[in-house]
């Protein structure tokens, strides 16, 4: 007497038994029922075998097999074998529970009428034998399932082996619950299931993951990936011929992909959970139960290092957590997917935005034309626009920074390794926070980096980017828009004086220009940006001269004077990318510079709307000499800059233009 668990019913006269696990998938063993006979199930023609057809079910085949799935599937069974064969088939008397006082299955079947009685092998003095007679006798005389009038013809199955347009069928289906019976398990994520009423015989692959799988060698061997048979056992173990619902979500090149919902979860889940699976994005993007939770499943997996993640080391695992998450003010925006963010502790660092690749240009098309200075940000299509997106969305915010990942940097400056981190910036409006990179990425104004699979260096929001992209993408938005590319032809008078003289007239003329600060050089030169006239050019700060940076010169390297760090660096944080409104030849408005970084220069004071505060000021107040050098500076009670910012309130020392 045996005590094993039933997990797949092959007829109405056979079954497959198991133990319990041990370390792993227990082997199985297959029992016939002794002294009763089922119909046969439909079997499909041989693959490659183009003279075999296929085989319907016999009349009640199927039936029979139902009423044994329904009744032992999950269940425990007794058995006693009565018959060994030479060919090593056992033939046993089975019973439901633990002992043979339970239910005897065999007589359960051929009372319903489901099963006959092998009459021709019956002892007469067998009283299990004689038991089976009598309870055929009484079908019969009941006209109970075989015996019933009309011949059982309509209980045959028309299985549908093959779909002719998989697309369509799983497009008709709107992507709604199919009741279904799991037939077969191949491995982990891909099974065989027959779909309810019309008997469509369909294989589904799980969507949004990927199980260990067997290969099949050239010699016909079969190999397993690492947890290939626990996978498929765990699978078997939960939906083998369960009843289920599938949902078929999509159906790319043939494979039909769907999600199967169980009474007792959701299996995709839990083999992520159990560290089964990993996530794959090429399906991940058609699961309609929430991409989220398969990303939650698998980071559990992670953390925990089981199974196929028994040697996982997350990307950040080098980093303390207060470089993980920090909240930084951005600074200056360097392209479509990098900025300089300032920490609390004030030091400056690069980030740059998790998974997605900003516009870019192919090599023939940045070579078209040899005579003419390649710039980026003018003559890569639509990346003017999306530093525009970031920088009016981002300069002077705080925002939240959590790293993703750190990788070497592509083009190390200076001959030394860089790093990269990327990491998604999350901007903090009011109780929501969105995602920078996503909102990027749904303007058509960066693509999503696809990955190897075994690739985790990626964003922690990454279904979220390649939905984003899925939406422009759709609506025809920025990079993936059939017009014509937009065009900016910028002219950069910053170096060349003679253009500078030719167009300063029309800059006087037109009073105040609207300007965006490109560069800063030092701490009173400028690259100003002006979108109305199109043009880059260099500006100072009338009235003043910050110390100088080091900077080359013909020869030899100019050597930076006292203070010139400070000043740029005050002059960066308070103005650089942001919008302003400037006068050629003088300012337009006031802010005050620390006296220790500015200089007064005497030729530009009388051109400055800052003169009669300049030249009214009492000398003692006004000059000061430091140094050996015997420089003046301006004292720290004297505005005397040019910039006139939007929202002017918000800065210290600002005050409206007298005359």
């Not at 105040?512 to 701490?523: H, I, K, L, M, Q």
Request: with cysteine.
């Amino acid at each position: 007497m045996s005590l094993l668990l039933s997990p797949q019913v092959l007829s109405g006269c056979a079954i497959i038994v198991r133990g319990q696990p041990r370390g792993g998938p227990p082997p199985e063993r297959q029992i016939n029922l002794s002294n009763i006979r089922a119909g046969a199930m439909a079997r499909r023609a041989a693959q490659g075998q183009p003279d075999t057809k296929d085989t319907p079910d016999e009349p009640w085949a199927f039936q029979a097999r139902e009423f044994l799935r329904k009744k032992l599937i999950g269940k425990e069974v007794c058995f006693t074998v009565e018959i060994r064969t030479t060919l090593g088939r056992e033939y046993s008397m089975v019973y439901l529970g633990k002992d043979t006082t339970g239910e005897n299955i065999a007589e359960s079947l051929v009372n319903e009428g489901l099963a006959t009685v092998r009459r021709e092998g019956i002892r007469g003095n067998n009283p299990e034998q004689a038991r089976l007679c009598e309870l055929e006798d009484q079908a019969k005389a009941a006209k109970k399932g075989m015996w019933s009038e009309g011949g059982g013809t309509h209980t045959i199955r028309d299985i549908k082996y093959t779909i002719e347009n998989p697309r369509n069928f799983v497009d008709s289906l709107h992507q709604k619950p199919i009741n279904a019976i799991i037939e077969h398990v191949r491995d982990g994520s891909v099974v065989r299931a027959l779909l309810l009423p019309d008997y469509y015989l369909v294989t589904v692959m799980l969507s949004g993951i990927k199980c260990p799988t067997f290969k099949r060698e050239a010699d016909g061997t079969e190999t397993s990936e690492p947890f290939a048979a626990e996978a498929r056992f765990f699978t078997e173990s939960r939906l083998l011929q369960r009843d289920v619902q599938i949902i078929l979500e999509s159906c790319p090149n043939q494979i039909i992909l769907g999600t199967i919902l169980h009474p007792n979860g959701n299996i995709t889940e839990l083999l992520l959970k159990e560290g089964f699976a990993r996530c794959v994005d090429w399906s991940m993007a058609v699961y309609t139960q929430g991409a989220e939770k398969l990303r939650a499943a698998e980071r559990s997996a992670k953390e925990r290092k089981v199974r196929i993640w028994k040697d996982y080391v997350a990307p950040t695992a080098n980093l303390d957590q207060k470089d993980r998450q920090f909240v930084a003010k951005v600074m200056q925006v360097l392209n479509a997917d990098a900025m300089v963010v300032k920490l609390n502790s004030g030091e400056n660092k690069t980030i740059h935005l998790s998974s997605i690749r900003p516009p870019r240009i192919e090599g023939e098309e940045k070579n078209k034309d040899k005579d003419k200075r390649f710039r980026p940000l003018y003559d890569i299509p639509y990346m003017f626009e999306a530093r525009e997106f970031l920088r009016k969305k981002l300069i002077g915010k705080k925002v939240n920074v959590t790293v993703d990942y750190i990788r070497a940097a592509t083009r190390p400056e200076g001959g030394a390794l860089g790093f990269k981190q990327s990491a998604p910036v999350l901007q903090s409006q009011s109780a929501a926070c969105n995602n920078i990179a996503e909102a990027l990425v749904s303007k058509g104004l960066a693509t999503v980096i696809r990955y190897r699979q075994d690739d985790d260096q990626r964003s922690s929001h990454y279904d979220e980017l390649l939905a984003a992209e899925a939406r422009a993408i759709k609506n025809g938005k920025g990079l993936h828009s059939k017009k014509e590319v937009p065009i900016h032809r910028v002219a950069d008078i910053s170096g060349e004086t003679q253009k500078a003289k030719q167009f300063l007239p029309f800059l006087q003329r037109a009073g105040r220009s609207e300007a965006v600060v490109e560069y800063v050089f030092s701490g009173s030169r400028l690259k100003l940006y002006m979108p109305k006239e199109t043009c880059l050019i260099t500006f100072l700060l009338a009235g003043i001269e910050c110390p100088r940076s080091s900077r080359n010169m013909p020869g030899a390297m100019q050597v930076a004077e006292p203070f010139s760090d400070e000043a740029m660096l005050f002059t960066k944080e308070l103005v650089l990318q942001r919008e302003c409104v400037h006068q050629a030849a003088i300012g337009g408005g006031w802010h005050r510079l620390p006296s220790d970084l500015q200089e007064v220069v005497f030729w530009s004071v009388d051109e400055s709307v800052c003169r009669r505060g300049i030249t009214d000021a009492p000398l003692s107040a006004l000059i000061t000499v430091l140094g050996a050098a015997g420089r003046h500076w301006i004292s720290p009670q004297l505005p005397c800059s040019y910039i006139d910012f939007r929202s002017s309130l918000k800065y210290f020392g600002m005050r409206p233009i007298t005359q």
